[in-house]
């Protein structure tokens, strides 16, 4: 079966500190990928997406990047992360263009 | 990407009570989702819908893909202590991004 790991769980670090935050998918190949971001207040923002290796689409511009370096891994990060950069992070993957299925979450707090 | 209108924003109910929630958006959609979040947890898929008029249950949760393509509803019913969280609906119209809507917080007491 499919799972999904992301990681760390929690997350505190200064302003101007770079980020790195790591996906991993197991049990498939060629997954859809994705990264969320969940402000207090519920709503889910996509960030990024990636349909292959190499291949990523940014929904909204800001201070992060997104990379793939590997089919089944997708890597959040920032170079200089800001104080609205806090949050919390989810991972996910689809199996095609339908169900998403999310990671634990990463909660980032930026200080 | 498409604005995704779910009501109610909360609800706070007894346990034993049904449950009903909906979702609606200006755009059609080909697919409809269902999650649920626990507190520090990611999102879990609970019903997917894929096509118009499609009803769909799974165990006491019930969802439905409207007629016109541009709203869901999901049902709960006889609600217990776990049901606690928030649920999302999300929709999908082509191409890979899923558009969620801003949840509904569910509380049940005992």
């Known amino acids: 079966s499919q799972t999904i790991h992301q990681w760390p769980a929690t997350l505190v670090q200064p302003v101007g500190s770079p980020l790195s935050l790591e996906c991993t998918v197991e049990g498939t190949s060629n997954p859809n990928l994705y990264w969320y971001r969940q402000a207090a207040g519920r709503g889910l923002q996509l960030l990024f997406y990636?349909?292959?290796?190499?291949?990523i689409s940014s929904e909204v511009p800001q201070n992060l990047s997104a990379s793939r370096p590997q089919d089944r891994q997708f890597i959040l990060s920032s170079k200089k992360l800001l104080l609205s950069d806090s949050g919390f992070y989810l991972c996910?993957?689809?199996?095609?263009?339908?169900?998403?299925?999310f990671g634990q979450g990463t909660r980032l707090t930026v200080v | 990407g498409q604005q995704l209108n779910q009501s109610p924003q909360s609800m706070f109910i007894q346990e034993g009570e049904d449950v009903s929630m909906n979702c609606t958006s200006s755009s059609i959609f080909n697919t409809w989702l269902w999650y649920k979040q626990d507190p520090g947890e990611g999102p879990v898929l609970l019903i997917a819908l894929y096509k118009a008029g499609e009803l769909t249950s799974n165990g006491r949760l019930t969802a439905q893909f409207g007629i016109t393509r541009k709203d869901s509803f999901l049902n709960i019913s006889a609600s217990i202590p776990s049901d606690v969280g928030i649920y999302f609906c999300a929709g999908q119209l082509s191409g890979y991004a899923l558009n969620f809507g801003k949840g509904t917080s569910l509380l049940v007491t005992p």
């Open positions: 990636s349909v292959g290796i190499g291949q």
């Open positions: 996910a993957w689809s199996p095609g263009a339908a169900e998403a299925f």
